[in-house]
């Protein structure tokens, strides 16, 4: 029995002593790797920024509102330029440019295609209910036509003719 | 009377179609033909920087430029100008293939928006140059305050005709990727330009 316990305790006692060699605390990656994550991280938001406002654009927003949404781009682009050089205040600086320009993005995209699809109804509203009084106007026209030429007839003084001629 | 409703109809809809048509041509964006353009301007004028001119830089001397960069793909771009730095004997660019071969000196990346144009300072200066027992010389380089890596491998003959190399670069959202020029109907098109100056030595 004795003699059977014995390989399960030595490793068990090699488990102690290897685990007294392990780093303590959490598992922290060299500076540079760290750095390398940071700006692959800078460049995807960057790019999701872009690509939003590219489809912000596709859904109908106009150039004017998303101009200042380019200019934040490009302030997120030169911190990405500084956070190469291995500032991470810039790398957070320009990660929070391209979320915020994302969102402003999101929410401009948005904004445009409702309102897009709101005018674009509204114009064939107009366009049909245009059809609807020209195909009226159309219709009784000749109506419209007797009825005021029976109107005008109705006011018209009765002159007898002979008795002018006469005179 | 009973002839009426059907009369009614068929203007109703002949002229709903008629409206709505021109509805939609209203509502519609007019087509235009996308294209991007590249430039490069200087107060003085760029007129001596062609081939076999005199145009001769003294170093160390700086020169300000401008590049311009305009948008009217109809879309938002991302943009890049990669700035190379040429001999008599580099290979251009054409419309479909970049100088690949000749060394890159800066890249300058930007975003455009649609129908922008933007405008970005180009200030290069020939620091010192080196001159080879053969008579080829080599420049250092200095652009928008940057290094350049040393000696450029690029060398010239007595120091004439080098030539620095302007490409226009758009981002492909489809492969994430940088593409030189900018995307057309059938391909992408190639958008370059070239200035050619001496270095006295």
């Known amino acids: 029995m004795t003699y059977s316990r014995l390989p399960f305790l030595a490793l068990l006692f090699c488990l102690l002593l290897s685990s007294m060699f392990m780093p303590a605390g959490p598992i ?8 390398t994550d940071q700006i692959t991280q800078v460049k995807n ?10 489809i912000a654009e596709q859904d109908g927003a106009s150039n004017q509102s998303l101009a200042p949404l380019i200019n934040e781009l490009n302030q997120a682009l030169s911190y990405e330029m500084i ?4 500032n991470s205040t810039a790398a957070l600086q320009s990660i929070s440019l391209s979320n915020d320009v994302s969102m402003k993005a999101e929410a401009l995209g948005s904004q445009a295609e409702t309102a897009s699809q709101d005018h674009a109804i509204l114009a064939y509203l107009v ?3 245009l059809a609807f009084c020209s195909a009226i106007v159309i219709l009784e026209a000749g109506r419209v036509r007797r009825f005021f030429g029976k109107r005008r007839l109705l006011k018209s003084k009765i002159e007898l003719g002979e008795t002018r001629h006469v005179a | 009377m009973l002839h009426r409703l059907p009369v009614f109809l068929v203007l109703l809809v002949s ?12 509502d519609s964006k007019a087509p235009a033909q996308p294209f991007m353009e590249l430039g490069v301007y ?16 003294t170093p160390p001397q700086t020169t300000n430029w401008t590049i311009t960069v305009a948008n009217m793909m109809n879309a938002a771009q991302f943009a890049m100008v990669i700035v190379r730095l040429g001999n008599l004997t580099t ?37 010192n140059v080196s001159q080879t027992a053969n008579g080829v010389v080599f420049l250092n380089l200095l652009i928008n305050g940057q290094q350049t890596g040393g000696q450029l491998q690029i060398g010239a003959n007595e120091g004439r005709n080098f030539r620095l190399i302007f490409e226009l670069w758009t981002f492909d959202p489809s492969t994430e990727s940088f593409q030189y020029g900018f995307p057309g109907t059938a391909s992408t098109i190639g958008e370059w330009l070239q200035v050619w100056f001496n270095t006295s030595t």
């Open chain 2, 91 to 127: 290979q251009s660019p054409n419309t479909t293939t970049p100088a690949a071969l000749v060394p890159e000196l800066i890249a300058i990346q930007l975003f455009l928006g649609t129908g922008e144009t933007s405008k970005l300072d180009f200030s290069w200066t020939v620091q």
């Open chain 2, 42 to 57: 200087a107060n003085s004028g760029l007129q001596g920087y062609i081939p076999n001119a005199n145009f001769t830089i």
């Open chain 1, 83 to 86: 956070a190469e050089q291995g």
């Open chain 1, 45 to 54: 938001s960057l790019l999701t920024a872009f690509k939003a406002v590219q």
């Open chain 1, 127 to 129: 366009a049909i209910a």
């Open chain 1, 28 to 35: 922290t990656v060299s500076g540079q790797a760290g750095q």
């Open chain 2, 15 to 26: 002229l709903s179609a008629i409206y709505t048509s021109a509805a939609y041509y209203a």
